[in-house]
Nanobody
Framework: QSQLVESGGGSVQNGGSLRLSCAAS????????VGWFRQAPGKEREGVLC????????YYTRSVKGRFTISRDNASHTVYLQMNTLNPEDTAVYYC???????????????????????RGQGTQVTVSS
């Protein structure tokens, strides 16, 4: 069975850090565009950041640039989201997702946010208290 399995998340105070992991099983993640989107209560889904599947370029939503980084370990088929300097606006359920798409553009974030992906993790809650 092909799936993405997330781990990490939790509760931190304003300014804290968390790392999320997203492990692929049953398929090879290397060729996929893979990233994270989030859903907060009362807000629209938002693509946070992602890797392009074709050349590894990264794309960020403006609010996380400089604070969040994405990395991948191809040997273990795992993608990581390192979140630093968290603030209450980052509180949301975070989902990793993968899509087999060759484009290299910020449009990939829009695809994740509008549920145009091939695989999605189960979601993990991130709560930042002020």
């Amino acid at each position: 069975q092909s799936q993405l399995v997330e781990s990490g998340g939790g509760s931190v105070q304003n300014g804290g850090s968390l790392r999320l992991s997203c492990a692929a099983s049953g398929f090879i993640l290397d060729s996929y565009a893979v990233g994270w989107f989030r859903q907060a209560p009362g807000k629209e889904r938002e693509g946070v950041l992602c890797f392009s599947g074709s050349d590894g370029s990264t794309y960020y939503t403006r609010s996380v640039k400089g604070r969040f980084t994405i990395s991948r370990d191809n040997a273990s088929h795992t993608v990581y989201l390192q979140m630093n300097t968290l603030n209450p606006e980052d509180t949301a359920v975070y989902y990793c997702a993968a899509v087999l798409d060759p484009r290299n553009s910020v449009q990939l974030l829009h695809m994740l946010a509008t549920l145009k992906y091939d695989f999605r993790g189960q979601g993990t809650q991130v709560t930042v208290s002020s």
